[in-house]
């Protein structure tokens, strides 16, 4: 049992044609600035981990490096380097103020998201990776909770396998539960700093996820590209042979 924030395994989910997704293969999850022994070894043997995909932003890299892992790579894309006025770090949602300031927040998040084109060349960069993993490999990715930048990670992969939306948004809600202890130590420990009630319940909306903030990015993406299909193609550089190739290497009857 793995004891990493927010850590799960996608494989094992259905598709649209009845084929599961390969499992040991996708792996998201919450930083992994307090890795344990157990942990690394069960990633290394268990896993066989092939590369740790960091999408958290320079500054919070810096402050709570990733821990490695023997035989693995280390990757590093900044998601938001060029969203202006976005975070996703505590100190961000602590700004805000107040929980319908908070929400407001979190749904212009995934929009900024769903179009920024360092975000699109980002997730594109993701893609490349995932297909020069090699054979019996698996790959981990994560942000600092593992559930926006992650979030929308695991909805692209999902997607792209044609998993059926109403999975993808289970998978997405999966988080609130995973992370019930992680945000109600944050809490407590912002009630310690004496935050005031208003930035409390802003903080707690930010450390939740939401099916609106999904929807919004669906939406946006859709009213932008008209399909998640062509934002695939025209967005992330997902064509019909690297589809194919995903689908071949990553799906099991």
């Given amino acids: 049992m793995v004891t990493i924030t927010n850590f799960r395994d996608i494989g094992g989910i259905k598709n649209k044609d009845g084929k599961h997704i390969k499992k040991d293969v996708f792996l998201r999850s919450g930083e ?3 890795l344990t022994k157990e ?20 500054a919070e890299v810096e402050e709570r490096p990733d821990m490695s892992v023997p035989k693995t790579e280390y990757i590093h894309i900044d998601i938001l380097e060029d969203i202006q006025d976005e975070g996703a770090s505590i100190s961000d ?13 979190m749904e212009k998040l995934y929009a900024d998201i769903a179009l920024n084109n360092t975000a699109q060349k980002g997730y594109n960069k993701f893609f490349e990776e995932i297909l020069a993993l090699q054979k019996q490999e698996s790959i ?3 942000c600092f909770a593992g559930k926006d930048r992650t979030g929308i990670a695991a909805l692209l992969v999902l997607e792209t396998l044609d998993v059926p939306r109403e999975a993808i948004y289970k998978d997405y809600l999966l988080t609130n ?4 202890k992680e945000n109600a130590e944050i809490l407590e420990q912002a009630r310690k700093a004496e935050l005031e009630e208003q930035n409390l319940e ?10 609106r903030y999904l ?7 859709e009213a932008q590209y008209g399909d998640v299909s062509t934002y695939l193609k025209q967005a992330i550089n997902i064509d019909k042979i690297t589809k194919d190739t995903l689908n071949q290497r990553f799906l099991l009857d």
């Fill in 39 to 58: 942990d690394e070894q069960r990633l290394e043997t268990t896993y066989r981990l092939g590369k740790i995909i960091d999408l958290r932003s320079e």
């Fill in 202 to 211: 802003a903080l707690h909306v930010a450390l939740n996820v939401d099916s």
């Fill in 93 to 105: 949602f602590v700004k805000i103020g107040s929980p319908e300031k908070s929400a407001s927040y």
């Fill in 215 to 221: 929807d919004n990015f669906y939406q946006t993406v």
């Fill in 140 to 142: 981990l990715f994560h």
């Fill in 177 to 180: 539960e995973l992370r019930k």
């Fill in 32 to 34: 992994l600035s307090k």
